[in-house]
């Protein structure tokens, strides 16, 4: 039997996904955050930060209320935003992913350490490291279970549209063996949620089919190419603004996974 790790909110052991708890989750793809995928993805996680960063530190206003959706337990992407935004909903269809979000944000027992992020973003901003985790931290406000798959994915609660909208490494995941047209379905729900003029800032895994744990290959994710996810955006009523795209080395032998590049996607609903 795998440990399983019980939330405040679960009231229950359930498992991350077909793998994971979310501890294990987070120390799987999480602990020692910025060197971690050298060997196997090479500076992914620098390329990831760098990426949220360049955008909200740009001239665009981003507004006040941002949601992410498919939060997991991480708060990385949300480092960069927090600075500019001061309202964060953070949202999941997984109950104990949120627990474990409001565990960080309150300074619970044990929680996972972020520090080593937040010292990377604040030294790309010029900023103190510990004002900065504590902006995040007040930054996010609620966390809201979600699901993409619904026409309203935040139903039943009620939130005005957001003014920004993060979403990474989420769509992939929820559409795991569901196809491209549930994708791009999933794509247009999660966009009623952006209102006019908002934005949309998403990173997406490319070509990923497997992951690899204990040794073994589990089939994972959607495997997506960047002009499919673009299309999608677009019919989802996004208008495409910036994209960068981070592709991992070639290796035989993945160690984590078989994914081939990183998508950042700036998108406006003009
Ligand atoms: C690969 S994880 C990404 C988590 C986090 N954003 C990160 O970067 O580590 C995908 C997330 O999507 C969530 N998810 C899966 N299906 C979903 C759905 N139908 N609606 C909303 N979130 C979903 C999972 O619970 C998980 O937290």
Redesign the pocket.
């Known amino acids: 039997m795998e440990a399983r790790i019980t939330f405040e909110d679960q009231g229950k052991d359930q498992p991350?996904?077909a793998h994971f708890s979310v501890q294990e989750?987070l120390d799987y793809?999480?602990s020692d955050v910025m060197t971690k995928y050298d060997e196997d993805e090479g500076l992914s996680m620098p390329w990831i930060l760098d990426q949220f960063h360049r955008t909200f530190a740009g001239e665009k206003d981003f507004g006040n209320r941002l949601l992410?959706?498919?939060?997991?337990?991480?708060v990385?992407?949300l480092i960069s935003a927090s600075r500019v935004c001061s309202e964060i909903v953070c949202?999941?269809?997984?109950q104990g992913?949120l627990a474990e979000i409001k565990r960080w944000k309150n300074g619970g027992e044990n929680v996972f350490d972020w520090s080593t992020a937040v010292k990377y973003v604040s030294g790309l901003e010029g900023t103190g490291w510990e004002s900065r985790q504590e902006q995040l931290r007040t930054a996010i406000k609620d966390t809201v279970l979600?699901?993409?798959?619904k026409e309203n994915?935040l139903h039943p609660a009620a939130f005005q549209q957001f003014d920004t909208i993060i979403?990474?490494?989420?769509?992939?995941?929820?559409?795991c063996n569901k196809g491209r047209s549930t994708y791009a379905k999933?794509m247009k729900n999660m966009c009623t949620l952006l209102k006019q003029g908002g934005y949309l800032i998403l990173?997406s895994?490319i070509g990923v089919t497997y992951y690899v744990k204990d040794g073994k290959r589990s089939p994972d994710?959607l495997n997506l190419d960047a002009e499919f996810v673009l299309k999608s955006i677009s019919k989802a009523g996004i208008t495409v603004l910036e994209t960068s795209v981070y592709e991992t080395p070639e290796r035989e032998t993945p160690l984590y996974s078989d994914v081939k590049a990183l998508l950042h996607v700036i998108g406006k609903k003009i």
């Open positions: 991350f996904d989750y793809f999480y992410d959706v498919g939060s997991g337990p991480t990385y992407q949202s999941d269809i997984h992913a979600c699901d993409v798959h994915p979403a990474a490494y989420c769509l992939e995941e929820a559409c999933a990173q895994y994710n």
